[in-house]
């Protein structure tokens, strides 16, 4: 049974910054690709960033380049996102993803998904 648990959202003033962590229970958490996306009230969930079980980068969404970094640490199962810079827009609720076989930006090629977390970046 695979379980994916969110934490580090949270309230943050526009140009603050937040880290979010995803703890995985994945037996082979080294073999899975790793997504953020985020889904704000209203819209449709989006990609935000992944990464490759080598930590290679996959790519980052354009509205996040330059702010948002993501990591993993396959020691602790863990994958972060540290968020700068943040704006109102970037206002959703947070969520970790993995993918075995897909290495991408689409939602539906992910295999399991975290609750999420929500932050709320005040202007």
């Known amino acids: 049974q695979v379980q994916l648990v969110e934490s580090g959202g949270g309230l943050v003033q526009a140009g603050g910054s937040l880290r979010l962590s995803c703890a995985a229970s994945?037996?082979?958490?080294?073999?899975?690709?790793m997504g953020w996306f985020r889904q704000a009230p209203g819209k449709e969930r989006e990609f935000v960033a992944g990464?490759?079980?080598?930590?290679?980068?996959?790519y980052y969404a354009d509205s996040v380049k330059g702010r948002f970094t993501i990591s993993r640490d396959n020691a602790k199962n863990t994958v972060y996102l540290q968020m700068n810079s943040l704006k109102p827009e970037d206002t959703a609720v947070y969520y970790c993803?993995?993918?075995?076989?897909?290495?991408?930006?689409?939602?539906?090629?992910?295999?399991?998904w975290g609750q999420g977390t929500q932050v709320t970046v005040a202007s």
């Open positions: 993803a993995a993918s075995k076989e897909y290495e991408g930006s689409r939602v539906r090629e992910y295999d399991y």
């Open positions: 994945i037996r082979t958490f080294r073999d899975y690709t």
């Open positions: 990464i490759r079980w080598s930590g290679a980068i996959i």
